[in-house]
C-alpha cells in the first residue's frame, strides 16, 4: 500500500437510527406516508428537530415503484419549505450517509439527516434491477438480479471457495431460522434461502460532528473511517469470486488496523456473503466477530436502503454497549459491483 | 375507512443510443457473424470489446477477431425464462470467453437441463436468423463438445460496409400502482365531484391536492376539509402550442387556481371565457363532463373578482 490511512478530519458519529417495518407489500402508503414516521423516531431519538438540521441527504430510485421525481415528494415529510439545504443520491442511502459525513468534513454542516427509502412491491424488482445493466451489451438480455448473482454464486462454488450445504447455513442462520430447508431453485444454484425477501420499507440515521454529537447521544457511534470503491463494469471482466473494491475500500477505512467486534454485511445473496467474508479477511483464525447480527439483507433487503441499515444497525450496536469497533459494509450494483466499507467506533 | 386504491402503470422507453467507434464495429460484426473483441493496455483481449480501458480509462482502439467458439466460465440453470430474455424454454445463463478472448460475454446457453451444463463446457453462437447489428443477433450458445480451441484472435480493422451506429432498445416495466392513503381519499373525493384537501394539524394550512404531508411542518396531514367548488384565478398562462393528443383549440388559458378554503394553489384549463379576457383574480368554478375523473375545465362564475389581498398569499 502507498500511505497509511488516515483518520477523518472531523470526528463525526451516527447519533441515531431508526427503521420502519419491512412488508411485503405497502399498498396502503405513499412513499412519504411509509418514510415519515421513520424520521420523527428519529429526530425524537436526538431531541432534534427538522429545522435544527444543518444538511439533509436521501437514497431512492423512482424505478422501484415507477413514480417519477418521488423523492420530492418524500422531501415534503422532512419539513423542506422553505427551502432547506438537501441532496439525493439515485443510489442505496448509504452512499447519502457518504455525501453528508463529507458535507460534515468540509466544515459546511455540524448535523445532517440521511435518510433512504424503497417500495419495490409496485413493480417486479427482479426485471427493475435489469434496467441498471449495461444498455448495450447486457440489458437488452434481461438478466435479472438472482440470475446474476446466481453465475457469481456457481462461479464461487466451482472455485471451491463454498458449496450448497454452507449457503443453506448462511441463509438459514440470518434469518434465525438454523432447521429452515433451502427452498426451491430460484436460478441455479441459489434456492428460495439464498435470496433476499422482496420488501419495502426505509431507514434514516442522524449525523453530528463532535461536542454535538456528545451531546444529542450518550454513546456516539464514532466514523472512522470511510470509502467506496467500484469495479469493472462488465461482469466478464471482473473475478467474480473477489471483491477487490471492497478490500480497497476496508483499506481505506482502517478496517484491517484493529478486528471489529461486529460486521453488518450488505450481502443480498447468501454466496454474496461468502465473497465479502474473504474479502474483509473475517474468517481468520480466532476472528470473535459477530457477522450480520441484526440478520442482514437476508432478513429484510428495502432496496436503496438495505445499504443505510448496515450503517445503522453497526452504530445502533456501538451505541448500546454490543460492540466497541464496528464493520458496515454496503453494496450497490450487480454481483457487489460497488462496495462502500465503514469503521465505526465507541468513545474509548 | 376509505379503501386503497391501485392501478396499472407501464412505464416504456424507445431508448435510441449511439455507438462509440468500438461497439458500432462490434455490433455490426455480429450482423455479418463476426465476433470483434479489443485489446486493452494490459494486452487482454476483452470480449464484448469496450470503448475504454476497464483498468486505465485508456481510450481503446485495436480490435481483434475471436472465435465463435468458447468455453463456458460459469453458469446459473434459468428454469423459467423471463419476458425479454433470450430463450423462452429453460436455459443456462453462461459466462462464455470465446477463444481468443481474455474475458467472458454474458449470454444464454440452449441447453436440455442442468445436467448437460457445467463450468469448462465448449460452446457455440447461435446466430439469429435476422440480424440487425444487437447482442440479440446472437441468438443464444449451444454445446459444441467436438470444438477444437482456436487458441488466437487475428487482427481486424473493424471496418463494415453500412456500419450500425445507433441501437433501439425498448425497455418496458409493468406496475401496480399505489398512491397510498392520503391520494386515495382525494380521488374517491374527485369520485363525488369533491375537492378534498387536508389540513396541516401544527400550521392549519390546507393542502389540494393532499400529499400526505405538510412540506413546511413534515407532519402527516389527515383532517379531510371539503375546498371549493369556487376559486380565483391567482395566476396564468396563454398556452399557443397545441400538445399531441390533446383536442382543445389554442390559444387557450391554463391557471393557477385557489379554491376557496384551500392554501395551495392547483391549476387547470380556464374555458368559456375568451382567452385574452381572463385575468388575475377572476372567479370560477369546475365544469365537469359525463364520466369524468376530474374537472374537465373552470369557467367563470360571474361574481365580481377578488381583491387582490386575498389571494396573494398564495400566488
Redesign the interface.
Known amino acids: 500500500m502507498s500511505e497509511p490511512a488516515r483518520g477523518p478530519v472531523r470526528d463525526v458519529a451516527i447519533v441515531a437510527f431508526g427503521q420502519s417495518e419491512h412488508v411485503p407489500d ?8 411509509m418514510l ?1 414516521p421513520v ?2 423516531d428519529v429526530l425524537a431519538r436526538t431531541g432534534l428537530k ?1 429545522r435544527d438540521i444543518d444538511f439533509t441527504c436521501s437514497g431512492s430510485s423512482d ?1 422501484l ?3 417519477a421525481f418521488s423523492f420530492t ?1 418524500a ?8 427551502p432547506i439545504s438537501e441532496s439525493h443520491v439515485e443510489m442505496d442511502g448509504a452512499w447519502a450517509l457518504y455525501e453528508a459525513w463529507v458535507k460534515i468534513l468540509t466544515g459546511e454542516a455540524d448535523t445532517a439527516l440521511v435518510y433512504a427509502y424503497g417500495k419495490s ?4 424488482l ?3 434491477l435489469t ?1 441498471q445493466l449495461d ?10 438480479s438472482v ?2 448473482a ?6 464461487l462454488i ?1 472455485a471451491g471457495h463454498t458449496d450448497a450445504r454452507e449457503l443453506a447455513t448462511i441463509g438459514a442462520h440470518r434469518r434465525g431460522r438454523p432447521d429452515a430447508a433451502p427452498g426451491r ?1 430460484v ?4 434456492r428460495t434461502g439464498d435470496c433476499p425477501p422482496v420488501v419495502d420499507g426505509a431507514a434514516a440515521v442522524v449525523l453530528a460532528a463532535g461536542d454535538t454529537a456528545r451531546r444529542l447521544a450518550d454513546r456516539p457511534a464514532w466514523i472512522r473511517g470511510l470509502d467506496h470503491r467500484i469495479e ?6 471482473r473475478d ?1 469470486t473477489d471483491s477487490p473494491s471492497t478490500r480497497l475500500a476496508a483499506e481505506h477505512a482502517g478496517a484491517f488496523d484493529a478486528p471489529v467486534d461486529v460486521a453488518e454485511l450488505h450481502a443480498p445473496f447468501t454466496s454474496q456473503e461468502v465473497v465479502l467474508r474473504r474479502a474483509l479477511r473475517l474468517d481468520a483464525p480466532g476472528s470473535t466477530v459477530r457477522i450480520n447480527p441484526s440478520g442482514g439483507a437476508l432478513a429484510a433487503n428495502p432496496v436503496m436502503a438495505a445499504g443505510l441499515i448496515r450503517l445503522g444497525e453497526a452504530a445502533a450496536a456501538v451505541q448500546r454497549g454490543d460492540a466497541d469497533r464496528a464493520l458496515a459494509h454496503a453494496t450497490s450494483g450487480p454481483c457487489l459491483q460497488q462496495n462502500l466499507v465503514a469503521v465505526l467506533e465507541g468513545e474509548r | 375507512m376509505s379503501e386503497v386504491l391501485t392501478a396499472p402503470l407501464v412505464v416504456e422507453f424507445p431508448f435510441t443510443r449511439s455507438l462509440g467507434p468500438v461497439q458500432s464495429a462490434f455490433l455490426t460484426g455480429l450482423r455479418e457473424r463476426t465476433v470483434l473483441g479489443v485489446r486493452a493496455r494490459d494486452g487482454r483481449v476483452v470480449v464484448p470489446p469496450v470503448e475504454y480501458d476497464p483498468v486505465t480509462a485508456d481510450e481503446l482502439r485495436e480490435l481483434v477477431e475471436v472465435a465463435p467458439t468458447g468455453t463456458v466460465t460459469t453458469w446459473a440453470w434459468n428454469p423459467s425464462a423471463r419476458r425479454g430474455q433470450p430463450l423462452d424454454t429453460p436455459f443456462a445463463w453462461v459466462l462464455v470467453r470465446l477463444d481468443g478472448a481474455d474475458t467472458a460475454l454474458l449470454h444464454a446457453l440452449d441447453a436440455p437441463g442442468p445436467e448437460a451444463v457445467r463450468s469448462g463446457m465448449r460452446v457455440r453462437i447461435r446466430w439469429a436468423a435476422e440480424r440487425t447489428g444487437a447482442i440479440t443477433d446472437i441468438a443464444c450458445f449451444e454445446p459444441a463438445d467436438d470444438a477444437a480451441e482456436q487458441p488466437h484472435g487475428r487482427p481486424h480493422g473493424g471496418e463494415f460496409a453500412d456500419p450500425v451506429t445507433g441501437i433501439t432498445a425498448p425497455a418496458r416495466l409493468d406496475y401496480t400502482y399505489a398512491p397510498g392513503r392520503t391520494q386515495s381519499r382525494y380521488i374517491q373525493g374527485l369520485a363525488e365531484h369533491k375537492t378534498v384537501g387536508e389540513r396541516c394539524p401544527a400550521c392549519r394550512k390546507v393542502y389540494v391536492p393532499p400529499r400526505g404531508a405538510c412540506p413546511t411542518c413534515g407532519v402527516a396531514t389527515g383532517e379531510q376539509v371539503e375546498v371549493g367548488p369556487r376559486g380565483t384565478v391567482t395566476t396564468f398562462c396563454i398556452v399557443n402550442i397545441k400538445a399531441r393528443n390533446l383536442d382543445i383549440d389554442v390559444p387557450y388559458v391554463y391557471a393557477h387556481i385557489a379554491l376557496d378554503g384551500a392554501d395551495l394553489a392547483l391549476h387547470a384549463r380556464i374555458g368559456g371565457i375568451p382567452y385574452d379576457q381572463v385575468r388575475m383574480g377572476l372567479r370560477v368554478e369546475p365544469v365537469w363532463t359525463e364520466g369524468a375523473r376530474h374537472p374537465d375545465h373552470y369557467r367563470p362564475t360571474g361574481e365580481p373578482d377578488a381583491d387582490y389581498d386575498s389571494y396573494k398569499e398564495l400566488i
Open positions: 405497502s399498498a396502503e402508503t405513499s412513499e412519504v406516508e415519515m424520521l420523527h427538522a424505478y415503484a415507477g413514480r415528494m422531501l415534503d415529510g422532512v419539513g423542506a419549505w422553505p412491491s409496485p413493480g417486479d427482479r426485471e427493475v434496467r444498455p448495450y451489451y447486457v440489458a437488452p438480455l434481461w438478466p435479472d440470475a446474476l446466481a453465475l457469481q454464486a456457481q462461479a466451482d431453485q436460478v441455479g444454484p441459489l469493472a463494469h462488465a461482469l466478464g471482466v467474480l
